[in-house]
Protein backbone atom coordinates (compact mmCIF):
# COMPACT_ATOMS: atom_id res chain seq x y z
CA UNK A 1 0.00 0.00 0.00
CA UNK A 2 1.36 3.60 -0.76
CA UNK A 3 2.32 5.73 1.37
CA UNK A 4 2.44 9.56 1.72
CA UNK A 5 4.06 11.63 4.27
CA UNK A 6 3.75 15.66 3.92
CA UNK A 7 5.50 17.88 5.77
CA UNK A 8 6.77 21.44 6.30
CA UNK A 9 3.79 22.87 7.64
CA UNK A 10 3.37 25.63 9.61
CA UNK A 11 2.84 29.15 11.05
CA UNK A 12 3.91 32.17 8.78
CA UNK A 13 3.22 35.59 8.75
CA UNK A 14 1.50 36.81 5.56
CA UNK A 15 3.60 37.29 2.37
CA UNK A 16 5.81 34.77 4.27
CA UNK A 17 7.08 31.51 2.34
CA UNK A 18 6.59 27.85 3.14
CA UNK A 19 7.69 24.79 1.05
CA UNK A 20 5.51 21.79 1.67
CA UNK A 21 6.89 18.13 0.76
CA UNK A 22 5.24 14.66 0.26
CA UNK A 23 6.94 11.56 -0.27
CA UNK A 24 5.67 8.43 -1.36
CA UNK A 25 6.94 5.12 0.11
CA UNK A 26 6.06 1.67 -1.37
CA UNK A 27 5.08 2.45 -4.55
CA UNK A 28 4.15 -0.51 -6.63
CA UNK A 29 2.49 1.20 -9.60
CA UNK A 30 3.72 3.95 -12.29
CA UNK A 31 2.74 7.51 -11.33
CA UNK A 32 1.14 9.48 -13.21
CA UNK A 33 0.71 12.26 -11.64
CA UNK A 34 0.62 13.96 -7.35
CA UNK A 35 -0.94 16.88 -6.41
CA UNK A 36 -2.05 19.39 -3.78
CA UNK A 37 -5.42 20.16 -2.83
CA UNK A 38 -6.23 21.98 0.76
CA UNK A 39 -9.48 22.29 2.97
CA UNK A 40 -10.21 25.23 5.10
CA UNK A 41 -12.31 25.15 7.97
CA UNK A 42 -16.01 25.21 7.15
CA UNK A 43 -14.83 24.91 3.47
CA UNK A 44 -14.87 22.32 0.73
CA UNK A 45 -11.39 20.69 -0.30
CA UNK A 46 -9.87 22.29 -3.45
CA UNK A 47 -7.08 22.00 -6.10
CA UNK A 48 -4.08 23.51 -5.36
CA UNK A 49 -1.59 22.42 -7.85
CA UNK A 50 -0.35 19.00 -9.96
CA UNK A 51 2.37 17.56 -11.77
CA UNK A 52 2.37 14.84 -14.00
CA UNK A 53 5.52 12.45 -13.69
CA UNK A 54 6.35 12.10 -17.21
CA UNK A 55 7.12 15.20 -18.95
CA UNK A 56 6.55 17.54 -15.61
CA UNK A 57 3.56 19.08 -16.53
CA UNK A 58 2.63 21.51 -13.84
CA UNK A 59 -1.58 23.27 -13.55
CA UNK A 60 -2.46 25.27 -10.97
CA UNK A 61 -5.67 26.90 -9.46
CA UNK A 62 -6.02 30.93 -10.50
CA UNK A 63 -5.70 32.11 -6.62
CA UNK A 64 -2.27 30.60 -6.57
CA UNK A 65 -0.88 31.22 -9.59
CA UNK A 66 2.07 32.91 -9.45
CA UNK A 67 2.79 32.25 -5.69
CA UNK A 68 2.87 28.94 -5.59
CA UNK A 69 5.49 26.47 -8.06
CA UNK A 70 5.02 22.22 -7.76
CA UNK A 71 7.84 20.39 -8.43
CA UNK A 72 8.64 17.13 -8.22
CA UNK A 73 11.79 14.72 -7.64
CA UNK A 74 11.33 11.76 -9.61
CA UNK A 75 14.15 9.37 -7.63
CA UNK A 76 12.98 10.56 -4.54
CA UNK A 77 9.08 9.93 -5.22
CA UNK A 78 8.57 13.05 -3.71
CA UNK A 79 6.95 16.40 -4.59
CA UNK A 80 6.84 19.69 -3.55
CA UNK A 81 4.86 22.99 -3.07
CA UNK A 82 6.63 26.09 -2.69
CA UNK A 83 4.14 28.72 -1.78
CA UNK A 84 5.58 32.19 -1.98
CA UNK A 85 3.76 35.59 -1.06
CA UNK A 86 1.54 34.03 1.30
CA UNK A 87 -2.21 35.12 2.55
CA UNK A 88 -4.29 34.57 5.35
CA UNK A 89 -7.02 32.70 2.65
CA UNK A 90 -3.91 30.60 2.25
CA UNK A 91 -4.73 29.33 5.70
CA UNK A 92 -5.99 25.15 5.35
CA UNK A 93 -5.09 21.84 5.48
CA UNK A 94 -2.93 20.50 2.89
CA UNK A 95 -3.07 17.16 1.59
CA UNK A 96 -1.19 15.66 -1.38
CA UNK A 97 -2.73 13.30 -3.62
CA UNK A 98 -1.30 10.87 -5.91
CA UNK A 99 -2.21 8.47 -8.89
CA UNK A 100 -0.97 5.80 -11.69
CA UNK A 101 -4.15 5.90 -13.38
CA UNK A 102 -4.82 9.21 -16.68
CA UNK A 103 -7.11 11.12 -14.83
CA UNK A 104 -8.39 14.57 -14.96
CA UNK A 105 -5.48 16.16 -12.40
CA UNK A 106 -7.44 19.21 -10.70
CA UNK A 107 -10.17 16.88 -9.56
CA UNK A 108 -9.94 15.01 -6.05
CA UNK A 109 -12.34 11.72 -7.28
CA UNK A 110 -9.28 10.71 -9.65
CA UNK A 111 -6.21 10.25 -6.73
CA UNK A 112 -6.39 7.07 -5.57
CA UNK A 113 -3.80 8.07 -2.28
CA UNK A 114 -3.95 10.48 0.01
CA UNK A 115 -1.34 12.14 2.66
CA UNK A 116 -2.53 12.91 6.53
CA UNK A 117 -2.87 16.73 5.93
CA UNK A 118 -0.33 19.18 7.13
CA UNK A 119 -1.55 22.50 8.43
CA UNK A 120 -0.59 25.95 7.62
CA UNK A 121 -1.88 28.67 9.06
CA UNK A 122 -1.29 32.48 7.31
CA UNK A 123 -1.97 34.98 10.02
CA UNK A 124 -2.26 38.70 8.80
Known amino acids: QVQLVESGGGLVQAGGSLRLSCAAS????????MAWFRQAPGKEREFVAAIRWNGGSTYYTDSVKGRVIISRDSAKDTVYLQMNGLKPEDTAVYYC?????????????????WGQGTQVTVSS
Open 26 to 33: RRTFSMYG
Open 97 to 113: AATGRAIAVRSSLGYDY
